[in-house]
């Protein structure tokens, strides 16, 4: 697997940098002096809201009424849908909630009506001194691009709200900060890496009027349990308990009865907490067939499409498949475009508004595409290769015929896709050797004069073979289940400038020391902050800004790069062999379940189609509900029209080819560690195979359809008796 799919485990991996401002340190600079008393406050214990700033539990008639009459005044919208109008109610009620609705289904409006009800109700309710106090809405939200369409949209119906994301100039940054102090900004969003800042969450917790409403968007993300689990979720809880965050909404639109479970003890939320609308959809028809080959499924896709008219969106798992398929169908007749998030910013936008706007537009995408796609008419969503999981595919297919009209949801299984889905879901897995080896390299790291290590998660991770994503959780397990760090704001080994403008007209302390301590190349000026900092005993933040000041006035073209991530050391740091094997064992236990729960997931949506019910049923139950008044069936899935199993045909087990395994024997001389080599052979690409460039040896993925766990098994039987001989 060479080619890069759109990472499943992450969003947009690139909504989450923070490149070029380094506004983490700038508002560590202003937040010094709050941030250590706020972190002093940390504790382990399960979130509660806060009482000591609640001032009073709203009453029901009132908290109905100004709900409403905000719903028509500032969102010019009729009437609730669904259950937002009782989930509003008591958040203003100030108990905290989980909203379980499908996507579309209007969740935004469950934080962002309380945000803009909490000044209304604290004046009738004559609380507070007025406008400054009423505190404010924060949104953590995973998708920097949906945070900025929320915020556009919120401000066009003269709203106040803002996003903190690395876009922002200084200047921008700083507006916001003064608007949350002096109490006129209602809603704030941000990433869910920003709570590791500590700047931050100083930050918020002085906020005037404090947190009133902390929403967690994409809230399935926080359940180690669920299909999208990410680490800094789990810090969000400590952050809301931090913050003194007076109650919490946690939004999502896929959630089964284990998630919402996890979410809701994350946050001590009771069982009337919970809104979760029907799951449902009668205008939706699910469809399966089952192919051997990719191949032998390409006419009757083109027969689908020619049957169904109407706009379509066809998933498939890796970017490289987007264009060729989309290219065969237009060879076909068929107009279909592709989209994955590789693409430039500008085709992407060409290719959504196209979509938008058209009546008959094909798109053939990796997930990417569809998220913040508000497209009631699409008539078709077609995999083409297996989903994820049965959340994914409950979430794609809800894309499908939002007016309400009938609309097709076809599954395409075949082998291919399979071994896909299965390649992804071992890539994640590192060796036990490789997170030996990172663990012990870590726990023999001096904290800094700061009490902080500093890495460099990008060496690491092609150092010890270990994914980013899974590297990034084997520090949060650090974190959270061992309390040995805290990460804490990153910062940039690297600063360099372009001299744009006079430097020598500011004469400040900080400049001087600036300018004595850069080292001038040909064209970039170099500038080693921390020796900077060491030599004036000037504050590395105070160096930061300096710099970038001079940027923003267009004095330098500043360029940072080498973001080392900095953990705060909370514990001394094992010494002992057997407290370090027993935290490795821990450690990679973990990442071995993960792995599982992975397959497990895949299973599921084969044991979807592959059963003997009704799909919809089926589905439905996955999520914990039920088919309208309990029936049985819905009528129009490919069970309930054929009642026949779609079957997953899988090529006959082959004889194990032991040529092709000592070519790969061959090709690689290594024999330190048998994932590595079962990789190559089963084409799973990772840091270390793509550094040795092994992605583009004829051996990669020369196994391919054979049992991962054989080719372990056999791989590790090589290493042995190598590593005997020597
Ligand atoms: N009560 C309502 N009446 C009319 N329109 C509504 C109502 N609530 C929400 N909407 C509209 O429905 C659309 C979808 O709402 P929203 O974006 O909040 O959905 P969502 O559940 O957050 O979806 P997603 O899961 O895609 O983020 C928006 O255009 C919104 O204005």
């Known amino acids: 697997m060479s080619n890069a799919a759109d990472d499943p485990h992450d969003f947009d991996s690139d909504a989450f940098d923070l490149n070029s401002v380094d506004e983490a340190e700038l508002i560590s600079v202003q937040d010094n002096a709050v941030q250590q008393s706020t972190l002093k406050r940390k504790s382990g214990e399960p979130y509660e809201p806060t009482t000591t700033k609640r001032l009073r539990v709203a009453d029901h008639e009132t908290a109905v009424f100004v709900a409403n009459s905000t719903l028509k005044t500032r969102f010019g919208l009729d009437a609730f849908r669904l259950k937002q109008e009782a989930a509003i109610v008591r958040t203003l009620g100030g108990e905290s909630c989980v909203v379980v609705f499908p ?38 939200s995973p998708l920097i691009a949906l945070m900025k369409d929320q915020v556009d949209a919120l401000q066009r119906r003269g709203i106040s709200a803002a996003a903190l994301d690395s876009s922002r100039s200084k200047q921008e940054y700083m507006a916001i900060v003064d608007s949350m102090r002096n109490g006129t900004l209602d809603i704030l969003y941000c990433a869910p890496e920003r709570l590791n800042n500590e700047g931050f969450v100083g930050s918020m917790s002085n906020v005037k009027g404090g947190v009133r409403l902390l929403a967690i968007d994409e809230a399935h993300c926080i359940s180690e349990w669920g299909h999208a689990f990410r680490p800094d979720y789990l810090k969000v809880a400590r952050f809301a308990k931090e913050i003194q965050a007076e109650r919490v909404v946690c939004l999502t639109a896929t959630a089964t009865p284990a998630v919402a479970r996890d979410v809701c003890k994350a946050f001590g939320i009771a069982e009337e907490g919970l809104f ?127 007016d309400g009209l009938p609309s097709q949801c076809m599954l395409f299984l075949c082998a291919e896709g399979l071994h896909l889905r299965e390649s992804f879901a071992r890539g994640d897995l590192p060796s036990k050797q490789s997170v030996a080896a990172l663990l012990n390299e870590l726990f023999s790291l001096r904290p800094n004069d700061l009490g902080c290590i500093e890495v460099n998660l990008y060496h690491q991770a ?47 302390r900080t400049a001087q020391i600036v300018r004595a301590g850069v080292r001038k190349a040909k064209t970039l000026t170099h500038v080693d902050v921390d020796a900077v900092a060491r030599s004036s005993g000037l504050e590395r933040s105070e160096i930061v800004a300096k710099l970038q000041s001079w940027h923003d006035s267009a004095r330098i073209d500043l360029r940072t790069g080498g973001v080392l991530n900095m953990y705060r050391v909370l514990k001394t740091l094992p010494t002992v062999k057997a407290e370090k094997e027993r935290i490795v064992n821990a450690v990679y236990t973990d990442l071995q379940g993960r792995e599982q729960q992975e397959l497990d997931r895949m299973q599921q949506v084969i044991d979807l189609v592959n059963g003997t019910a009704c799909f919809s049923k089926s589905l439905a139950g996955h999520f914990g509900d039920m088919l309208p008044s309990g029936a049985n069936a819905c009528g129009h899935c490919t069970w309930c029209e054929m009642h026949t199993p779609v079957k997953v045909v899988t090529p006959e087990p082959k004889p194990f080819n032991y040529d092709v395994f000592e070519k790969v024997l061959k090709a690689v001389s290594e024999r330190d560690d048998a994932r590595f080599l079962a990789r190559v052979a089963f084409g799973i690409s990772s840091p270390r195979i793509t550094q040795a460039k092994l992605t583009n040896s004829p051996v990669f993925g020369s196994m391919e359809d054979y049992d991962f766990t054989v080719l372990l098994k056999a791989f590790e039987s090589a290493c042995s008796s190598a590593n005997q001989k020597r």
């Open 103 to 140: 996507t579309g289904g209007g969740k935004s409006l469950c934080y962002q009506v309380p945000a803009l009800c909490f000044k209304e109700m604290d004046r009738s309710a004559g609380l507070r001194q007025g406008h400054a106090e009423s505190g404010i809405t924060l949104v953590v």
């Open 462 to 508: 092609k150092e010890h073979d270990i994914k980013n994503t899974t590297l990034k959780n084997i520090y949060a397990r650090l974190e959270l289940q061992f309390g040995l760090l805290r990460e804490t704001t990153p910062k940039y080994t690297k600063y360099e400038y372009v001299e744009l403008g006079p430097l020598k007209d500011d004469n400040s």
């Open 276 to 402: 979760r609308t029907a799951t449902y959809r009668p205008n939706l028809r699910l469809l399966a067939k089952s192919y051997r080959t990719k191949k032998e499924s390409h006419p009757d896709l083109t027969k689908f499409l020619k049957a169904h008219p109407g706009p379509t969106i066809i998933y498939v798992t890796l970017q490289r498949h987007t264009e060729e398929l989309a290219q065969d169908l237009r060879k076909n007749g068929v107009k279909a475009r592709h989209f994955h998030a590789g693409m430039p910013a500008a085709e992407k936008s060409v290719c959504q508004e196209a979509f938008m706007a058209a009546s008959d537009v094909i798109i053939v995408a990796t997930i990417a595409f569809g998220m913040g796609i508000d497209k009631a008419n699409i008539r078709n969503v077609i995999h083409y290769d297996i989903p994820r999981s049965l959340e994914g595919y409950s979430q794609e297919i809800g894309r499908a015929g939002r």
